[in-house]
């Protein structure tokens, strides 16, 4: 497993992420079973949101009570969760930055976070009113790191302006199948649809600004279009060459789909979505395979992305 030090923080984490938007399809004993498997693999670093669940919270507290929360194994998890959504509307008021943190910390049974996230940008935001939020608990304690996800670089910048916590995370979907923080600036300057600057630039900002990128659906066509991998019909091309790459490493197509996320230079982190404890496990072995420039290109390519 590759560790990344997060930038301005103190935090040494596994460039693969457990993500528990799933978890409560699994039962406390299937839970327990697919996080210790995780940590046993080399992952710390846990992502939750107090929306995942069927209702509200409920994947934070089945994660707590599968692995019966104790402050010892709690240090040996780095530990993050997001707020924001809320029912049909996004909410970054300072009262509900506050009210959805204290839940989120009971559900998981600790008495402070890692990182906070704000899940979805709020275009009715007042910065002033989140630093007020965010200072409140930094001082108490509740949270030692902040960021965002699904946010902008101008809007990473205007929050940056009045928050004096320095924003430490972006969470962004990716995965070769869907890369619009890559492909514009690859087709820079040419009249196609692949050119048209959908992103502002935010591979490279985050990079510029030593902000974290943590890629979520690393496995997805779309936005939860399905899996691209296995899929004959759209990707034939994408398949046969995850294939005959996965056949030279001896490893499985699951793990070149993470490992084309991993061999970016921007050390991004890898947001697993899956409850299957097998592909988890292959996901881990993408942690540090070492794929080569030329590979990189061709599976981009072959995912029927322009390479001028």
Same mark, same amino acid.
């Given at each position: 497993?590759?560790?990344i030090?997060?930038?301005?923080?103190?935090?040494?984490?596994?460039n693969?992420?457990m993500g528990?938007? *799933? &978890? @409560?399809q699994?039962? =406390?004993?299937?839970?327990?079973t697919?996080?210790?498997?995780?940590?046993e $693999?080399?992952?710390?670093?846990?992502?939750?949101?107090?929306i995942?669940?069927?209702?509200?919270?409920?994947?934070?507290?089945?994660f707590?009570?599968?692995?019966?929360?104790?402050?010892?194994?709690?240090?040996?998890?780095?530990?993050?969760?997001?707020?924001?959504?809320?029912?049909?509307?996004f909410?970054?008021?300072?009262?509900?930055i506050?009210?959805?943190?204290?839940?989120?910390?009971? *559900? &998981? @049974?600790?008495?402070y =976070?890692?990182?906070?996230?704000l899940?979805?940008?709020?275009?009715l935001? $007042?910065?002033?009113e989140?630093?007020?939020?965010?200072d409140i608990?930094?001082?108490?304690?509740?949270?030692?790191?902040f960021?965002?996800s699904?946010?902008?670089?101008?809007?990473?910048e205007l929050?940056?302006?009045y928050i004096?916590?320095?924003?430490?995370?972006?969470?962004l979907?990716?995965s070769?199948?869907?890369?619009p923080?890559?492909?514009?600036?690859?087709?820079f300057?040419?009249n196609?649809?692949?050119?048209i600057?959908?992103?502002?630039?935010?591979l490279?900002?985050?990079?510029?600004?030593?902000?974290?990128i943590?890629a979520?659906?690393?496995?997805?066509?779309?936005?939860?279009?399905?899996?691209?991998?296995?899929d004959?019909?759209?990707y034939?091309e994408?398949?046969?060459?995850i294939?005959?790459?996965a056949?030279?490493?001896?490893?499985?197509?699951?793990?070149?789909a993470?490992?084309?996320?991993?061999?970016?230079?921007?050390?991004?982190?890898?947001?697993?979505?899956?409850?299957?404890v097998?592909r988890?496990?292959?996901?881990c072995?993408?942690?540090?395979?070492p794929?080569?420039?030329?590979?990189?290109?061709r599976?981009?390519?072959?995912?029927?992305?322009?390479?001028?």
């Amino acid at each position: 497993m590759k560790y990344i030090e997060i930038a301005n923080t103190d935090l040494k984490a596994s460039n693969i992420v457990m993500g528990n938007m *799933r &978890l @409560k399809q699994l039962s =406390l004993a299937e839970a327990e079973t697919l996080i210790r498997t995780a940590m046993e $693999e080399g992952i710390n670093f846990f992502d939750h949101a107090d929306i995942y669940g069927p209702s509200y919270g409920e994947c934070e507290a089945h994660f707590a009570e599968a692995v019966q929360m104790n402050p010892s194994l709690r240090e040996q998890m780095i530990l993050q969760s997001k707020c924001g959504i809320r029912k049909g509307f996004f909410d970054f008021s300072k009262e509900h930055i506050l009210e959805s943190t204290d839940g989120i910390l009971k *559900r &998981l @049974k600790t008495d402070y =976070l890692d990182v906070l996230l704000l899940h979805r940008p709020d275009t009715l935001m $007042e910065p002033s009113e989140i630093a007020e939020a965010f200072d409140i608990l930094h001082k108490s304690g509740k949270v030692r790191y902040f960021g965002v996800s699904n946010h902008t670089p101008t809007q990473v910048e205007l929050l940056q302006k009045y928050i004096p916590h320095k924003l430490i995370v972006n969470q962004l979907q990716l995965s070769v199948a869907h890369s619009p923080i890559i492909d514009s600036s690859i087709a820079f300057n040419m009249n196609v649809d692949q050119s048209i600057n959908r992103d502002s630039g935010i591979l490279e900002y985050s990079r510029l600004k030593e902000m974290t990128i943590q890629a979520w659906s690393p496995f997805q066509k779309g936005f939860f279009e399905g899996p691209f991998l296995g899929d004959l019909d759209s990707y034939p091309e994408l398949n046969q060459t995850i294939d005959e790459i996965a056949a030279k490493y001896g490893v499985t197509n699951t793990s070149v789909a993470v490992a084309w996320i991993t061999r970016h230079p921007a050390n991004m982190q890898v947001v697993l979505g899956t409850m299957n404890v097998q592909r988890l496990k292959d996901s881990c072995v993408g942690s540090e395979l070492p794929l080569t420039r030329e590979e990189w290109y061709r599976i981009y390519r072959t995912a029927g992305h322009i390479i001028p």
